[in-house]
């Protein structure tokens, strides 16, 4: 019953306004709606929604108002390799408030389970947080479906926005940056997106 109770609110949820699919971090990229994958409840099977990071915990805290009480929400970042790299003034269609980043990221580390992009072209993305105009981004690189820690996923957008910030005065206002994972096929972008 549970199940058919979340299959319902994620079709109402993706009917609403305001969930329809979000621009790429770059102009040749397509996008597609973030996979979310895991437990509501200590001990219960796992169950998908699709969304962003805000829009999944919206939908899930319809079925349980108090999600993610009780789980565990840290899980280790991937090992880096010799083709990690950190690029800045990629990403988005512009410079995101490093403020509203920071939100989505302390949303990603607040939710357990994984956060992903489905399979599809090379460079596919799916934006997993937006708020006020700062987004984040997942990319798979080589078409296949990444699904890795939300949490983790959080670590790589905080390292993006510290190494790529800017500001008046040196300070940290803004963020524009891309994380690569080449062993991993996946990169994450930080930037400007409507939302």
């Given amino acids: 019953m549970l199940n058919l109770i979340a299959i319902l609110f994620v079709g109402l949820a993706a009917a609403l306004p305001g969930m329809q699919l979000a621009t790429a971090p770059r102009a040749d990229a397509p996008i597609s709606k973030m996979i979310w994958r895991g437990q509501i409840e200590a001990g219960r099977p796992e169950m998908s929604f699709n969304g962003t990071v805000q829009e999944v915990v919206a939908q899930i805290r319809l079925i349980k108002p108090d999600f993610p009480a009780g789980l565990n929400t840290s899980t280790p970042l991937p090992n880096k390799d010799d083709g990690h790299e950190v690029q800045c003034g990629v990403g988005g269609s512009g410079t995101a408030d490093v403020t509203y980043i920071n939100d989505g990221i302390n949303y990603l580390h607040g939710i357990p389970g994984n956060c992903g992009v489905s399979a599809g072209n090379p460079g596919t993305c799916a934006r997993i947080s937006c708020s006020y105009n700062s987004g984040i981004w997942l990319c798979?690189?080589?078409?296949?479906?990444?699904?890795?820690?939300?949490?983790?996923?959080?670590?790589?957008?905080?390292?993006?926005?510290?190494t790529c910030q800017g500001g008046s005065g040196g300070s940290g206002e803004w963020c524009r940056g891309r994380e690569k994972w080449p062993a991993n096929n996946f990169h994450v972008d930080v930037g400007e997106d409507s939302c």
């Fill in 140 to 162: 798979s690189e080589n078409g296949q479906q990444v699904l890795w820690s939300c949490s983790a996923l959080g670590d790589i957008a905080e390292n993006d926005c510290f």
